[in-house]
């Protein structure tokens, strides 16, 4: 079934039942004179190009690779539609190596036909932080599908994280594959729900009228958490303090330090947004939210060309109740002009999704290790870490 990840370091369907095999790496690292020195053959008309994400131009290139291929819907009605601003954060954090921004061009044409990338993170999984690639971004062109030309892709990008010293890898996917640590469902909070229904994101509800619905999702103009503010740089400390006391909750999460939450989650304009409750008296901060912005493009509209989303990205609550702490990321998520809140059921989301009125959208998305085992599934609950 699985030709290609029935040879890779990755946990086998199986294994799923057998408790008895050990958790951690699968295998080994060699010495890094072992690991290939040349890129692997892709077929000829094809070449391997490492893209230098600081040149306007390249940027501009893969930018449009990713926006006419990159993931849809299970309909093809949507299409995301990361930002050049949202992909040069995305993939230059702490560390990050240029080396890992990996296109495949056609020789004859110089057109960039395909990209896959990696960023080094600090990865906690129970005891032991594990020093990983964050692999997104696999894309390759429409007309270039069902070539077998992914596993050649994955192949170099894990070479070239091996020539890093780097064994370990984390991965998102909308499909199945050998085999997922967890798997999340997707939830949407409508804000803007004319357009929504208008664009095909959402239909009218049984026994609903436009008019109901549209009263159904009002929000507050104003937030209702006294001290709730915008996460400023002078707030480094006390948010990396605040979410890593967090996260240990978790059984795998990222290990952030305040490099890390000045890179992640200092507010940038368009691409991430990040909100505290510091108490009035005690000037403590005590609260965190978060929230990445990530439109899609909607195919085929006459009327509407982009919706703007919201992806829950990392929240905290030690005081101000979680439900209260999301809807006032919801209302400055409506004040901000998004269609709608994304969110996974990760962490403790599911205390605030029924309530707050999301409702389970139609995708999924799998969490993957590469050559690390987990003796068992993790339930969503369990798990810490958000990709982008
Ligand atoms: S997830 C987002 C993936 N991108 C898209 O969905 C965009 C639209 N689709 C496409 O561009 C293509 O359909 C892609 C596949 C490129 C996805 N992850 O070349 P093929 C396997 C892993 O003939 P194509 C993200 O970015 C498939 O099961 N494997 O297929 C995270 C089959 O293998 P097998 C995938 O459709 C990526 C083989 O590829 C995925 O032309 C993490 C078929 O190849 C997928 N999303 O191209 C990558 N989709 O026969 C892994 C299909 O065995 C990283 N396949 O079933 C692993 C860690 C590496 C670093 C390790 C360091 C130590
Ligand atoms: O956005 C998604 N689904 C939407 C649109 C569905 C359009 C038809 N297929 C959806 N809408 C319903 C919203 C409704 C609002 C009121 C309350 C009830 C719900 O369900 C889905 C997620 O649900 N998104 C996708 O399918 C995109 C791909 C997701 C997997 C991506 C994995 C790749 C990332 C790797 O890095």
Not at 50 to 74: F, K
Not at 219 to 224: E, G, I
């Amino acid at each position: 079934k699985h030709k290609f990840w029935e040879t890779q370091p990755v946990g086998q369907f199986k294994d799923l039942g057998d408790s008895s095999l050990p958790e951690g790496p699968i295998e080994q690292p060699t010495p890094l004179s072992e690991v290939k020195q040349e890129p692997y053959n892709l077929p000829t008309p094809y070449e391997w190009i490492t893209c230098d994400m600081d040149s306007d131009e390249m940027s501009n290139e893969v930018y449009a690779l990713l926006t006419n291929n990159y993931v849809e819907d299970d309909e093809s009605m949507f299409r995301f539609n990361y930002s050049k601003e949202f992909l040069l954060w995305a993939l230059r954090p702490p560390g990050y190596y240029r080396s890992w921004h990996i296109g495949v061009r056609v020789k004859s044409s110089k057109k960039l036909v395909a990209f896959i990338t990696g960023v080094p993170a600090k990865i906690r999984v129970r005891d032991t932080v594990v020093v990983m690639a964050e692999v997104n971004f696999l894309c390759v062109h429409k007309k270039l599908r069902s070539k077998r030309l992914a596993p050649v892709m994955i192949k170099e990008v894990t070479r070239r994280v091996h020539l890093e010293n780097i064994w370990q890898a984390a991965y998102t996917a909308g499909v199945v594959l050998p085999t997922p640590i967890t798997t999340c469902q997707y939830w949407h909070r409508s804000l803007n729900p004319k357009k929504l229904i208008d664009v095909g994101f959402s239909r009218l509800g049984a026994r609903m009228t436009m008019s109901r619905t549209i009263k159904l999702y009002k929000l507050p103009d104003q937030t209702a958490t006294p001290g709730f503010r915008k996460m400023e740089p002078h707030d480094v400390p006390a948010v990396t303090r605040l979410l890593r006391n967090y996260l240990k909750l978790f059984v795998v999460a990222p290990d952030f330090d305040e490099d890390d939450v000045e890179h992640w989650l200092l507010p940038k304009e368009n691409v991430v947004d990040s909100y505290l409750v510091e108490s009035p008296d005690t000037h403590e901060i005590t609260d965190f939210c978060s929230f990445y912005t990530l439109p899609s493009s909607i195919l085929g509209n006459q009327n509407h060309s982009t919706l703007k989303a919201a992806y829950s990205y990392y929240n905290v609550s030690t005081k101000t109740p979680l439900l209260q702490l999301m809807n006032d990321a919801l209302i400055v998520a409506k004040k901000n002009d998004f269609d709608v809140f994304n969110a996974l059921d990760v962490m403790h989301n599911e205390t605030f999704l029924k309530e707050l009125k999301f409702g389970p959208g139609d995708g999924k998305l799998h969490y993957y290790l590469y050559n690390y085992r987990l003796k068992h599934v993790l339930r969503s609950s369990e798990l810490g870490l958000v990709l982008l």
